[in-house]
């Protein structure tokens, strides 16, 4: 069982709009450390696409944007394309037991 | 440009020590503020975090198996070894290296391998 809770899956039209979840505890995402995204295509290794809870790296379209409030965060794409079909992943750190890099358990998008 | 490549056996049998070599060029992990990370990914589930090796020497491991890895660099080899002892099948997965990136507030993976695939089984 993963550290932060995602949705297992969510889905939306072409040119529509989704959000993932990423729900983290007092320990990690509500401690005030910061989340990261990953995009990892079928068969693929994980890509970084949003760092620093809300900054997008270089190449990353701007249909890709973060947020975090409290112990959440979420990952917003606008415009979803075929090829946003994808698993996405958030990551954190934890200060519980000396310290650890956590992920999410995996949200998989499908474009409808 | 960084560049992460894993290399390993794809066969292990239970109770035997995993040897998994990561090489990489892009940067040196003599430089301060490197870092390299180990992932996995069993078969059809999620990410989750190994081990993580600085500039400096120091190490991260994960709680829940940290009493099983050991994760070494060889600086002139731009190299990161990891070695997880006693394996089993829930061991199964594919195993990525990264490269730690980082800033004020957070730590995360801007490059990663390929990955390499593990399966324990006798």
């Known amino acids: 069982q993963s550290v932060l809770t995602q949705p297992p899956s969510v889905s939306g039209a072409p040119g529509q709009r989704v959000t993932i979840s990423c729900t983290g505890t007092?320990?990690?995402?509500?401690?005030?450390?910061?989340v990261h995204w990953y995009q990892q295509l079928p068969g693929t290794a994980p890509k970084l696409v949003m760092y620093?809870?809300?900054i997008r790296p270089s190449g990353v379209p701007d249909r890709f944007s973060g947020s975090k409030s409290g112990a959440s965060a979420s990952l917003a794409i606008t415009g979803l394309q075929a090829g946003d079909e994808a698993d996405y992943y958030c990551?954190?750190?934890?200060?519980?037991?000396?310290?650890?890099?956590?992920f999410g358990g995996g949200t998989k998008l499908t474009v409808l | 440009q960084i560049t992460l490549k894993e290399s390993g056996p794809t066969l292990v049998k239970p109770t035997q020590t995993l040897t998994l070599t990561c090489s990489f060029s892009?940067?040196?992990?003599?430089?301060?503020?490197?870092?390299v990370a180990w992932i996995r990914q069993p078969p059809g589930k999620a990410l989750e975090w190994l081990a993580l090796?600085?500039?400096?020497?120091?190490?991260l491991y994960s709680p829940s198996l940290k009493s099983r890895l050991t994760i070494t660099k060889d600086t002139s080899k731009s190299q990161v070894v990891l070695k997880m002892t006693n394996v089993d099948p829930a061991d199964t997965a594919t195993y990525y290296c990264?490269?730690?990136?980082?800033?004020?507030?957070?730590?995360?993976?801007?490059?990663w391998g390929l990955g390499a695939l593990v399966t324990v089984s006798s």
């Open positions: 892009g940067f040196s992990l003599s430089s301060r503020g490197e870092g």
């Open positions: 090796i600085y500039w400096d020497d120091d190490t």
């Open positions: 990551q954190s750190y934890d200060n519980s037991l000396s310290g650890s890099v956590v």
């Open positions: 990264a490269h730690r990136e980082v800033s004020e507030m957070g730590n995360w993976f801007d490059a």
């Open positions: 620093d809870n809300n």
């Open positions: 007092s320990s990690n995402i509500g401690a005030g450390y910061v």
